[in-house]
């Protein structure tokens, strides 16, 4: 058998990044930050359900430094999937297709999901400090 010569199919560092590859590739993630995170809130109620001593451990790490960056983290990938899904669940209703609207909805969904994070914690903190 002869080789052929086929063309190759462009890379992905051919193509310019657009706002829906990084806003696809993100949600991918958050998706999977997530799931690993789910994993975090399991730890959480057994530690409540061991009782004082061991939800004290948990608190004091989740209050930790570390602990409100991941947790922080965690509410923002929250925020942009829950967000960012909604704009899916438009455009499998066939709904938002013109260019105009994909980059509209996904500013949106950027600034929707910067403000909730943001008001979010601005809460939490509120509400801590009392």
């Given at each position: 058998?002869?080789?052929?010569?086929?063309?190759?199919?462009?890379?992905?560092?051919i193509?310019?990044?657009q706002?829906?590859?990084?806003?696809?590739?993100?949600?991918r993630?958050?998706?999977?930050?997530?799931?690993?995170?789910?994993?975090?809130?399991?730890?959480?109620?057994?530690?409540?359900?061991?009782g004082?001593?061991?939800?004290?451990?948990?608190?004091?790490?989740?209050?930790?430094?570390?602990?409100?960056f991941?947790?922080?983290?965690?509410?923002a990938?929250?925020?942009?999937?829950f967000?960012?899904g909604?704009?899916?669940?438009f455009?499998?209703?066939?709904k938002?297709?013109?260019?105009?609207d994909?980059?509209?909805?996904?500013?949106?969904?950027i600034?929707?999901?910067?403000?909730?994070?943001?008001?979010i914690?601005?809460?939490?903190?509120q509400?801590?400090?009392?």
């Open positions: 058998m002869s080789a052929h010569k086929r063309p190759l199919s462009p890379h992905l560092q193509y310019s990044k706002i829906t590859s990084v806003m696809s590739i993100l949600h993630i958050t998706g999977v930050v997530l799931a690993i995170g789910s994993l975090g809130l399991l730890w959480v109620l057994v530690a409540l359900s061991l004082d001593a061991a939800f004290s451990a948990t608190q004091a790490c989740l209050s930790s430094g570390l602990g409100r991941v947790l922080f983290a965690y509410s990938c929250l925020m942009y999937h967000f960012n909604i704009r899916h669940l455009w499998d209703a066939g938002g297709f013109a260019i105009q994909v980059y509209r909805s996904g500013y949106a969904v600034v929707l999901s910067a403000v909730s994070t943001l008001g914690w601005w809460l939490a903190l509400g801590g400090a009392a």
